[in-house]
């Protein structure tokens, strides 16, 4: 499948020896999967070609790019046969923009990919072989469901520009919408662009280290209406800075909070580590079901509210608490896992790395009169063994890390503490698998999966996932 005859002769030899193909060669392929990434995958002799906007099922003409040893990129020239899911994207500069890479397949297409790509990750990596994987728990409304927009300001003609970064570059794509964004995060960094802009205030330029005015991030209170904006600058100074935060807060109903962040490293990341409060309040709140939450310009708070509370209701449902259990929650960030938790458990008790985050987890646990959550600062992977080693242990144990996964310290431990369930929340299916084979390598069995798509039009699917001991 998918070995057909050339579309041109080669203009270049091989920069890789032995390739069927050449880099600009022009060929036609039969796209047959998609990568975890959402490109097209198709093959031309047995050499794999990964095809950004190209779909299973569809027959294309594309141009290579770039060729490595065992694969390699081409770009979608034409759409000889398109797949029946294909569908226009909403967005005018969907194609330009890095933000989304699926829009050009139909929702119920990228609910089923999302839920392959589970599947995929749990047999090939992990080689878990027949657990059930839910279909993917989709939006009725999958637009505009993002609370949070961290927006890179730029210059063009003079003027300023904000938008999202085009694919693998750093060209700043200005647009007046995102339709995955809140519409107020647009409003924001369209008053923004044109307060500031009247007032002289120039753009951070990545090359130069000059200008000011870095990145613009929204923050918008889905419950509440409250939106926050943050500044971020490349120096202390914001002139005209009275004028500037009184004439956002009038031109943008429901604003809160104006906060200005400084960083002047040399540095793709985007917060420094000074903030301070310009107008208005430190924080804004959001509820989720029915735990509210205080949200600072820093605080880690997921995305997308209205899959949160289903993500999280799973989470809850899959620890099956009655009242008289302790939960530990590792990775537990602002509390958002561990409150859910608290208002069936006995305890909780959560850990995080960053300070910062403790902090709002402890002010968020006063917020909803929880005094059965105790949060604590250090790394999963040592404060739970530590825990465990001065005799605490755990019914429940949740688990919601980053991309990477969990730490395998950590994991040894779970298996040594034995706790009942373990209900691991993950954001990367790769990791996710493989940390499974551990927990079912050391006595678990994984029941099930449920993949929630939590960044709709995006590749990225978040999972929850139930173990129980294998005696029980």
Same mark, same amino acid.
């Given at each position: ?15 890789? %020896? ?36 190209? &779909? ?12 490595? #040893? ?32 699926? !829009? ?11 839920? #392959? ?34 927006? %890179?300001? $730029? ?9 999202? =970064? ?14 995955? @964004? ?13 307060? +500031?802009?009247? =007032? ?8 130069? @280290?000059? $200008? ?13 209406? @409250? ?32 906060? !200005? ?30 735990? #509210?939450? +205080? ?6 708070? !997921?995305?997308?509210?209205? @899959? ?46 960053? %300070? ?29 063994? !530590? ?14 890390? %980053? ?7 950590? &994991? ?5 503490? #034995?706790?009942?369930?373990?209900? =691991? ?13 551990? &927990? ?33």
């Amino acid at each position: 499948m998918g070995n057909t005859s050339r579309r041109k002769k080669r203009i270049a030899a091989p920069a890789v %020896p032995n390739l069927p193909l050449a880099k600009n060669e022009t060929v036609e392929l039969t796209i047959e999967d998609l990568s975890h990434e959402g490109n097209g995958v198709g093959r031309y002799e047995g050499y794999t070609l990964f095809v950004p906007g190209a &779909l299973p099922g569809e027959r294309i003409v594309a141009k290579t790019t770039k060729l490595k #040893k065992q694969f390699g990129y081409a770009r979608l020239i034409e759409i000889v046969d398109a797949a029946a899911n294909r569908t226009e994207p909403l967005c005018p500069v969907y194609r330009r923009c890095g933000g989304c890479t699926l !829009q050009h397949m139909d929702y119920e297409g990228q609910l089923a990919f999302k839920r #392959k790509l589970v599947e995929d990750n749990l047999r090939r990596i992990g080689k878990i072989e027949g657990v059930p994987v839910h279909p993917t728990l989709g939006m009725k409304e999958p637009w505009r469901y993002r609370n949070k927009a961290q927006v %890179p300001i $730029g210059e063009e003609e003079g003027g300023l520009i904000g938008g999202f =970064y085009a694919q693998r570059s750093h060209e700043i794509i200005d647009m007046e919408a995102c339709l995955i @964004q809140h519409e107020k995060s647009d409003e924001v960094v369209a008053r923004v662009k044109e307060i +500031a802009g009247k =007032y002289g205030i120039r753009a951070y330029n990545e090359e130069t @280290q000059h $200008g000011l005015l870095r990145h613009v991030v929204t923050k918008v209170g889905f419950a509440t209406g @409250q939106v926050m904006i943050v500044l971020v600058t490349n120096g202390d100074k914001l002139p005209h800075k009275e004028a500037l935060t009184q004439e956002l807060a009038q031109a943008i109903p429901g604003v809160a909070s104006i906060v !200005q962040n400084i960083n002047t490293k040399k540095t793709n990341v985007i917060f420094g580590d000074t903030t301070r409060v310009l107008w208005g309040e430190e924080y804004i709140y959001d509820t989720i079901g029915e735990v #509210k939450f +205080a949200i600072s310009a820093r605080s880690f708070y !997921q995305v997308n509210p209205v @899959q949160t509370e289903r993500l999280y209701g799973k989470a809850l449902e899959y620890a099956a608490l009655m009242g008289d259990e302790n939960v530990i929650d590792a990775y537990c960030g602002i509390g958002t896992i561990s409150l859910f938790l608290a208002q069936k458990a006995k305890h909780v008790f959560g850990v995080e790395i960053v %300070p910062d985050a403790i902090e709002d987890a402890k002010r968020n646990a006063r917020l909803n009169s929880m005094d059965n959550v105790t949060f604590a600062v250090g790394e999963a992977e040592t404060a739970i063994p !530590q825990w465990y080693e001065e005799g605490s242990n755990a019914d429940v144990i949740v688990v919601d890390p %980053p991309r990477k996964g969990c730490d395998e310290r950590l &994991l040894d431990t779970i298996v040594a503490m #034995k706790p009942e369930r373990v209900v =691991y929340v993950s954001c990367n299916p790769a990791t996710l698998a493989r940390d499974l084979r551990i &927990l079912e390598d050391g006595g678990y069995r994984t029941i099930e999966v449920q993949p929630v798509d939590m960044f709709p039009h995006t590749n990225h699917v978040e999972c929850c996932s139930l173990l129980v001991r294998n005696e029980n």
